[in-house]
């Protein structure tokens, strides 16, 4: 595959906007005297879309197209993106979902830099560290300038393998307008593949509910937002389930004869085989996939009996006024953002956070600058392979532990993904002290 896209921007390291707190500055932004692997300009617009197969709408674009374009760097890469704002009036940033970024170039607006005005630019650096999933779209305004376009992919290689060797594809999911589209488009796609030959589908969910995969034949779950899973299994007759800003790396074999089709949310599919076979669809199991207990047991990496810290994050849900605006609005610990005091930690502790949700609806709940391991549900222990993300739905009623380790200082946001509810409240933030 090949690197970076585009023509490269190569401004200076210092324009990388500043961050605040105690913690040093140089642990927050990456190596200013290293020169990037990839380089890259992304320029958003606030226009129409052009909706392939579908019907034009409103919004923003990048590069001149929603999605913008698939980055892509290789594991232990440098990459610096210049992002311009051409002409989104309310400001834009972008954010790198499910990177462990540093946190000058996390890109919450407010938080770690101002929104890049129209005719500003900023500069991103940061360093590809673990190879995986990922995406990275606007934190300005973002129930906004996300449900509207501002966002694209970006994949990480492995340092070791070949990947251009392997059958690799990306399945962004977005709705436009009440259009379900694949890549951008209102339609299904091809991938050619030999019999046998396994292709690997990297599934990004941009939109704000929960998106379902699944297959007539089997397929294999590989990685969760980014994390390898050990000893992938296969998934016979059951749906996986994404959470709103989660992906899955999804692995199909193409069939001795013919075509399967991997169904990637709305109404979408990846064909993957003969490309002039038809595939009849199935209809769609009703059972889901059980994440707690998936591919085999692997060691955690971190012992999570003795945390330094023990957090509870409830989310409920009360009448309140946010903004001069009254309205039934979500609590975390019975407050909500920007009352919600933070979650303090220092850095190399071992962080437990137990969430519950007592507020009626699913949440999927989204961490900055950290990979979190689920320990248990309902108080039932995760049984199989470790299970690490970064946005995790929490359904009505259910309780979570999940556990992190503090090995990224600086401020970062800890919400729901569902973006109008973090702007309803459901926003917390983890501070190192
Ligand atoms: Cu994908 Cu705070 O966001
Ligand atoms: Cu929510």
Not at 97 to 119: R, S
């Amino acid at each position: 595959a090949q690197r970076g896209v585009g023509a490269g921007g190569g401004a200076a390291a210092s324009d990388v906007f500043g961050a605040a707190g105690e913690v040093s500055v140089t642990a927050l932004t990456a190596d200013p005297d290293r020169t990037a692997d990839v380089h890259v300009e992304l320029v958003a617009r606030q226009e129409t879309i052009d909706v392939p197969g579908g019907r034009s709408v409103e919004g923003y674009t990048v590069n001149g197209s929603s999605p913008g374009p698939e980055l892509r760097a290789r594991q232990g890469d440098l990459v610096e993106v210049r992002f311009v704002n051409e002409s989104v009036s309310a400001g834009a940033t972008l954010h790198w979902h499910g990177i462990d970024v540093p946190n000058a170039a996390d890109g919450v607006a407010g938080i770690t830099q101002d929104a890049v005005p129209v005719g500003g630019h900023a500069v991103y650096r940061f360093e590809a560290t673990d190879a995986g999933t990922y995406w990275y779209h606007s934190h300005q305004v973002s129930h906004d300038q996300v449900v509207r376009g501002l966002l694209g992919a970006i994949v990480v290689d492995p340092a070791s393998s070949d990947a251009a060797a392997n059958l690799d594809v990306t399945a962004l999911l977005h709705v436009y307008g009440g259009q379900h589209t694949l890549n951008g488009r209102v339609s299904d796609e091809r991938v050619e593949a030999p019999p046998g030959a396994t292709v690997r589908v990297r599934v990004i969910n941009t939109d704000q509910g929960t998106a379902a995969v699944w297959s007539e034949s089997p397929f294999r779950v590989v990685a969760t937002d980014g994390r390898d899973v050990n000893g992938p299994t296969d998934i016979d007759g059951k749906r996986l389930l994404i959470p709103a800003g989660g992906r899955a790396d999804v692995s199909v074999r193409s069939p001795q004869h013919g075509s399967v089709g991997l169904h990637v949310g709305g109404a979408r599919r990846i064909l993957v085989g003969d490309p002039a076979a038809s595939v009849r669809p199935g209809p769609q199991p009703s059972e889901t996939l059980d994440l707690l207990a998936y591919g085999t047991p692997a060691p955690l990496g971190l012992d999570p009996t003795a945390p330094d810290r023990t957090y509870d994050y409830v989310i409920a849900r009360r009448f309140g006024i946010i903004d001069g605006r009254p309205g039934n609005f979500w609590t975390i610990n019975g407050r909500m953002f920007p009352d919600v005091p933070m979650f303090h930690v220092r850095e190399g502790e071992i962080v437990v956070m137990r969430i519950a949700n007592e507020s009626g609806e699913v949440h999927p709940m989204h961490l900055h600058g950290h990979h979190f391991v689920v320990l248990s549900r309902d108080g039932e222990a995760a049984s199989g392979s470790p299970w690490w993300v970064d946005s995790l739905d929490v359904h009505p009623g259910e309780s979570y532990e999940i556990a992190f380790v503090a090995d990224n200082p600086g401020i970062w946001s800890d919400h729901c993904h569902t973006l109008p509810h973090a702007v309803d409240g459901l926003i917390a933030h983890v501070m190192y002290e």
